[in-house]
């Protein structure tokens, strides 16, 4: 049976609530309701989306990333602002920007060279790192009226999450299938 899966940063619930203080401030003003606006505790930093695999490879993965990221420290991070991304003329998102920091980038490196590992393909693309807050309804991407917020919010991460992701009209569902402890 296969499964969509990703693996993520958790981060914790005081840090959440903050970006969704930030999103009902925002929400606030778009008069228009051009963004669905997530749960909090749908919040979470993406280290690499895996797409649909076979249930049985999660174990694989989750033991192959529990022996990587063993010496792994608890990772730092710092928001700088909530954006509409990617940055262009159509974005399909609301999205909090994270810091591009070494410990976050060399995470995310390891991650995927664990996944890569275990015989998963992924895309190779530059990491962004963002939290997905909202989407943007797709006949308001060319006309959104929603500016850049500088926010300054940091917090600290413990735990690489193994998430499925179960699309349904409402959004996603996650379910955690494995929890990887950061030191």
Known sequence: MKI????????????RKKLSEHTEFISGHDKLQQIRWLSKENYHLTLAFLGNVDYVMVSSLQYALEHKLCTTKAVPFKFSEITPFPFSRSPKIAAALLERTDELIQLQLNVADC???????????????HVTLGRLKSGSRKSLAFQPRQI?????????????????????????LGEISLG
Do not use: M
């Open 4 to 15: 969509r899966t990703f693996v993520s940063l958790e981060l914790p619930h005081t840090v």
């Open 115 to 129: 996944v890569r590992k275990i015989g998963i393909s992924i895309e190779r693309r530059r990491f962004t790192p």
């Open 152 to 176: 300054n919010l940091e917090g600290v991460s413990k735990k690489v999450v193994i998430f499925q992701s179960e699309l349904n009209p409402q959004g996603a569902v996650y379910t955690a």
